[in-house]
């Protein structure tokens, strides 16, 4: 067996054996060994990626490669490099983390954990497909699963959240197959070659400029929906407010990088000529996005809608560092993606557990919570401050390489946007100390909080594994920039 | 000569933050206190041996030599890159002595000072995490390193001041002091990205080279009149004038107050306060040289308007920590104004020298100032001079401290203050009339309102205290009779033998004429002070009567506050946000909405049945998105 194909075969053997479990108890052991493996294995996977790619110069490795259907010459087949490499350590810190802030899932935890875990298995899957076909299937198998989730375990209007998502995340994958398929219809111009879905042997020919054209908008607000970009971002509050916990971390921390990672992927590397084509148009949509999207954080009532706000400014700014074509914005795009995935998580779980408490999420309603939770109080600033850029946090690294990467671009247009992006710094700060200074601070608001349970072992193991690869990452960026230079190399040869 | 060892300063308290920050439950309160106070005794050690060999043998031809220490942190580009090190000149290692004096009394003093709060070592580990903050500051090597620890200090000071995070008053100025230095800071990180872009390094060593590319090259590009180098240095200034609390920028710092008292002695009186000195001080060679000093004369104008209009606001405030505060913000004014007249070649650096020195004892007076209005604070538990009067028989420690500092402030002649303040009015003089008329009614104004606090809290009838005040403790009173002695002997360190631009020693006199000028306008102060308030009378109704509107005006702050407020409040909440999230809620989201319901009866007529609405709504999005890729097939395929 493969080492990537593994990803795939964990989390499947996991969910069969949840299948066999009785309660609470023995589900989230399964849930956790399962997802434990998982988690070392793509620890492993750095080390392994290392020290192959010492010795091994293709742009991908650990490439496997099986004939599906022979007649449409559809492969299952997967490669990772280093981009898919921390995407997929990323997955897995959140998935584990996910669990242990789930320990306490009372509703039917069985099919809880079944769910979570096959949608975690639709990720793994996507970020290391090479094949085209094979993508789009773990997409789906990805977004699927979130329909129930939100439907069954949520809270508030969630049927009508839960239909908005995946509608709107359905709409976008079918303007996302069109694209797909018209690569798939040109991938062997100028060969005489099969048609093919392999992302390595499209990447080897031409498409037309007028193809690339058609497609390219198809392919990118299909996956950027998932984005979240700016006007196309509506699913995503709504979603996150009604989602239980665990799902809301894996969704904002997870699923919606599938679409940064996805543009990156697929539109840009299959596309070039397109996305240059393209890129001013989507640029005005993204820092519309940062900036809107911290605006609208500012006035929100309830904790979920803010941070699903904010996930609409940091995501807006991987896509519009990913449109600025150079390699420091692209470098910074990708830590970007990381670092919005842990700290959003992050968040998330804080916020489940003051939910958890309290029962409320209205920001008008909470208040002087430090005082009686200091552990879930401490980390809430410490994940405020992370998110709002603080040096020695990813957030930082991620957003400097964004603008130094954007301010390489010396034509009026790029500047404008670039300071108006460069200006969410602000925004993001008023917001971000507003929700902390609020419900964290101050006197406490309700005399029935005084008596709140302290924060559990499990809570405390899961946001410690969310914030230590983030203070890792902003006190030591080097080593990962390094790794992720190369692998963005062959992304600029394509615009070449 | 090796300097490595200075590395050493900013990781102790690091260390000590990790550690105190960690277990902050676990570390009784009397274990940490002193912890830190001994982690910083060894930060101060360290400074101090560092000053006496790099002054007494760091020079080559009679020229200051840095020593350089880093390692890359980060690569941008092929050219930019983010350096971590330690850099030693002059002013670094000037300021490492006064960040580490001040720190270590501080750290002493609030083991008296806090005694009996429950978050004892949470604020010694947030002391930790400022010490390390400014430390890594004062030491950058580069442009950007200097902005990664600018923002540090700016959430240890949000840290600290919100350190009663149960007072809402408390938890609003410390948010506002994160949100207007961030603001100030936005332009500060546009001004670097301008360097970089245009430089192609952030490098101080390569920046200010007199003759190194950048300066020359400053007329290469430009945008509005001005080189781009320009705008950039005068967005970087942005930034030191928010953390400086320079006009407009100023609104946070009187909030500030709301910390605990030895974190307004620390940060918001000698050390972060005077960091955008620093920032301008650090840059001196660009913003003399490029446009032959354009940005240099915003500087000036903004420091000095800066130093007068403080001065005038401190006169009617009744909050004698707020007091203190405008009258920082006046005399880093001062500062900053100083820096704005100098020139660069040997005396015409008096300016440059002037400031760097008055920084150096501005933080130990003030410092102190600061520590004293604690040692009243913490006891009659009042911030406000009408609660006072009378105390100097109670608090004679504090009363004498407090008096040299005040003392030293007005510039009276023997005193610290009165030699650097001499040294800026010789500077101001000598390049620019108008400022140096201002300066020296500011120091009157100086001079009248520091004892107007003096008589008014020592003096003056006695006022019915609950309890009998009595003196602080040793830890408090130590650090403050130590800044006593520095508020006097600091005066006579030949400052222009160690620190000037070109980082050549030249010869400094005092200008016995100006300095006579200036004293006598600052006995008058002290006088009208005396006649004023040294006796309860009505004088001072009757004056803030007479002027009526304009007394109104000054006490209310020049209703900048209200400004602020309006603008944050109405316009970008009222304005922008709300509607925005109406917009969203409204517009894009309702015709994300209004499609679906298109396309639901869409499909639905088209199947003619009802079956569950699931179901409806993603065969209706699927099967039109099957359609739509048919359609493309054919299309292609033909």
Known sequence: MDILSLFVIVPIITVIALGFTKDLKQSRIVALAGMLVQLGMSINLIFAYLKERAVNDDIMVFVKDIMWFEQFNIHYSVGVDAI???????????????????????????????????????????????????????????????????????????????????????????????????????????????????????????????????FFPMVFIGFATLGALFPFHTWSPSGHASAPTAVSMLHAGVLMKLGGYGVFRVAMYLL??????????????????????????????????????????????????????????????????????LLTAMFFALIGMVYGRTHTRDVAKLGGIMKVLPFIGAIYVITGLAYLGLPGFSGFVAEMNIFVGSFQHDDTFHRVLTILAVSSIVVTAVYILRMVGKIMMGPLSNPEYANLPKATWYEKVGLAMLLIPVVIIGVMPFGLGEMLKESIQPFLERLQ | MDFSYTILI????????????????????????????????VTFVLSYYAAYQYYLNGKLNGVYQPFIYKYNWLNFTDK??????????PISVMMLVVVSTISFMVNLYSIGYMKGDDGFTRFFAYLALFSFSMFGLVLSTNLFQIYIFWELVGASSFLLIGYYYTKPSA????????????????????????????????????????????????????????????????????????????????????????????????????????????????????????EDGFALQVVAYVGAISSLFAAIIALTQNDIKRVLAFSTMSQIGYMMLALGVSGYHGHDGLGFMASMFHLFTHAMFKGLLFLAAGSVIHAIHSNYLQDMGGLRKYL?????????????????????????????????????????????????????????????????????????????????????????????AGGYIHFSKYISPDHMPFEAHLNYYLAAIASTVGLIGIVLAFIFYKKENNLSERFSHAFGVFYKWTYNKFYFDEIYLFVTKKIIFGLVATPAAWFDKNVVDASMIGIGNVTESFSEKIKGMQSGKFQDYAMGFISGGVVIAIVVFYLWIN
């Open chain 2, 10 to 41: 900013p990781l102790i308290p690091l260390a000590l933050f990790v550690i105190l920050g960690l277990f902050s439950k676990k570390i009784p309160a009397s274990i940490s206190g002193w912890m830190g106070s001994i982690g910083l005794g």
């Open chain 1, 272 to 341: 070039p000529i397109g996305a240059l084509n393209w890129s001013d148009f989507f640029l005005v949509l993204a820092s519309i996005g940062v900036v809107y999207g911290a605006l609208g954080a500012i006035m929100q009532k309830d904790l979920k809608y803010i941070n699903a706000y904010a996930s609409v400014s940091h995501l807006g700014l991987v896509l519009f560092a990913l449109l600025m074509f150079n390699k420091t914005a692209w470098n910074g795009a990708i830590i970007q993606s990381l670092s919005h995935g």
């Open chain 1, 84 to 214: 898919s490499v921390v995407m997929i350590i990323l997955t897995a810190v959140i998935v584990v983390a996910g669990i242990f802030i789930s320990w306490m899932v009372d509703d039917l935890p069985k099919e809880f954990f079944i769910s979570l875990i096959i949608l975690s298995t639709g990720v793994f899957g996507f970020f290391i497909s090479l094949d085209l076909f094979t993508m789009f299937v773990f997409y789906e198998i990805a977004v699927i699963p979130m329909y129930l989730l939100i439907g069954i375990w949520g809270s508030g209007p969630r049927e009508n959240s839960a239909m908005k998502l995946t509608l709107m995340l359905m709409g976008a994958s079918a303007l996302l197959s069109v694209g797909i398929f018209g690569i798939y219809f040109n991938s062997n111009i100028g060969t005489d070659g099969l048609l093919t879905f392999n992302i390595l042997e499209i990447a080897q020919v031409n498409i037309p400029e007028a193809a690339q054209n058609l």
């Open chain 2, 171 to 290: 938890v609003s100025a410390a948010k506002k002091a994160f949100i207007v230095t961030r603001f100030a800071d936005f332009g500060f990180l546009v001004g670097i990205l301008i360097i970089g872009y245009y430089t192609g390094t952030w490098d101080f060593q390569e920046l200010n080279n007199p003759e190194g590319s950048v300066i020359t090259n400053w007329a290469a590009t430009s945008f509005m009149g001005l080189s781009v180098i320009t705008w950039a240095l005068i967005l970087i200034f942005m930034g030191g004038a928010g953390k400086s609390a320079m006009l407009p920028f100023h609104i946070w710092l009187p909030d500030a107050m709301e910390g605990p008292t030895p974190v307004s002695a620390l940060i918001h009186a000698a050390t972060m306060v005077v960091a955008g000195v620093y920032l301008v001080a650090r840059l001196f060679p660009m913003y003399y040289f490029v």
């Open chain 2, 396 to 488: 004679p420690i504090t009363h004498i401290t407090f008096l040299i500092a005040a003392l030293s402030i007005s510039g009276v002649p023997l005193f610290a203050g009165f030699f650097s303040k001499d040294e800026i009015l010789a500077a101001a003089y000598e390049n620019n009339m108008l400022i140096y008329i201002s300066s020296v009614f500011v120091a009157g104004l100086t001079a009248f309102y520091m004892f107007r606090l003096y008589f008014g809290i020592f003096w003056g009838k006695e006022k019915e205290y609950e309890h009998t005040p009595h003196e602080s403790p040793m830890s408090m009173t130590i650090p403050m009779m130590f800044l006593a002695f520095m508020s006097i």
């Open chain 2, 80 to 89: 930019l890159h983010i350096d971590m090190g330690v850099l030693i000149d």
